[in-house]
């Protein structure tokens, strides 16, 4: 069940042409695309002062693989020496390998009219697009490739992963400018068409509110061929509504109006803890499955928490 006190939100209507975000670039408003620019200016700076390295630790490629045979030279690792080359030559030389990559990284995105609507001016799908930006920046800048699927009730559109800057631009705009043509929001679908669609294992970045459940069984058979990062984005409003007396709000997913008395101590206590009930849930599933969450909220500086999870996932790499 999704909670209230959401605006509704642009949709797709039934016989409408294709939405220009899944147009050429020159359909999109200019407004648009500088929130694009601005969004890339900052995740850049972020990437090369923080995030660079912190990626690269955490997301290592699958083996190494050879690259080279050099002389040896004082100073070497003797357990690098290649002792066939050295029979056969009769000259010491070193093995060199590079890490073999080949990543790919794939982001799934809720783009349910939730996500566009709350009770402030910077929305979830804005964060949303800047976290995508920021990781996927990261990502390209390993040579890794990078993919989005955006959902709502139904999965809504996939990008087949790439790389390069102009792809990663291409995933946030599709993100700041999806108009999905389904009501709701199921988690669930999105993981089932996922896992028939990417058959190589990949790291999936699962990007929603997760004010929903249901998806336990397609959330277990994902999980068993990738490595799954749930990233939690929500407004305080989603969370503990204000005391603010008798309010008229509207459900963004069903259009249905509705009068809620925010002032009544144990109406903000019932929808508080439908929100707890939902995260305990959540929790205990991801625990059980290995995912590790990363919570950011709207309004509040994500980089602390994006750090933290670099810090949590090298510490378990190393041990």
């Not at 976290?131 to 990008?159: H, M, Q, T, W």
């Not at 993981?191 to 459940?213: H, I, P």
Request: hydrophobic share 45%; net charge positive.
């Amino acid at each position: 069940m999704r909670l209230p006190f959401r605006r509704p939100a642009h949709r797709a209507q039934p016989g409408r042409a294709e939405p220009p975000g899944r147009a050429g670039p020159g359909s999109i408003p200019p407004e648009m695309l500088e929130r694009v620019k601005a969004i890339e200016i900052k995740a850049r700076r972020l990437v090369n002062d923080l995030f660079l390295g912190e990626y690269h630790a955490v997301f290592r490629g699958h083996g190494l693989e050879f690259d080279e045979l050099r002389p040896y030279v004082p100073g070497d690792d003797v357990r690098s020496i290649d002792w066939k080359a050295l029979a056969r030559t009769g000259q010491p030389s070193i093995r060199r390998y590079r890490e073999d990559r080949d990543l790919t990284v794939i982001f799934v995105v809720d783009v349910s009219a939730s996500q566009s609507a709350g009770s402030l001016t910077r929305t979830k799908e804005d964060l949303a697009a800047e976290l995508c930006a920021v990781l996927a920046l990261a990502a390209i800048r390993n040579k890794d490739k990078v993919g989005l699927l955006l959902f709502a009730s139904k999965p809504e559109r996939y990008v087949r992963p790439a790389g390069g800057t102009t792809h990663v631009l291409r995933v946030v705009r599709e993100v700041l400018w999806a108009q999905p043509e389904t009501l709701g929001t199921d988690i669930g679908a999105a993981l089932e068409y996922l896992t028939g669609v990417q058959k190589r294992r990949a790291t999936v970045f699962l990007v929603s509110d997760f004010l929903t459940s249901g998806f336990t069984r397609q959330l277990r058979a994902a999980a068993r061929r990738h490595d799954i990062i749930a990233l939690r984005v929500r407004q305080p409003i989603d969370e503990a509504l204000p005391d603010a007396g008798l309010i008229r709000v509207a459900d963004a997913e069903t259009g249905r109006m509705m009068d809620i008395d925010a002032g009544s101590a144990s109406v903000r206590e019932a929808y508080a803890a439908h929100v707890r009930d939902l995260d305990d849930e959540r929790k205990h599933l991801f625990g059980a499955l290995g995912i590790d969450e990363i919570a950011v909220t709207v309004g509040v500086d994500y980089v602390p928490a994006l750090l933290r999870f670099f810090k949590r996932r090298g510490m378990a790499a190393a041990g």
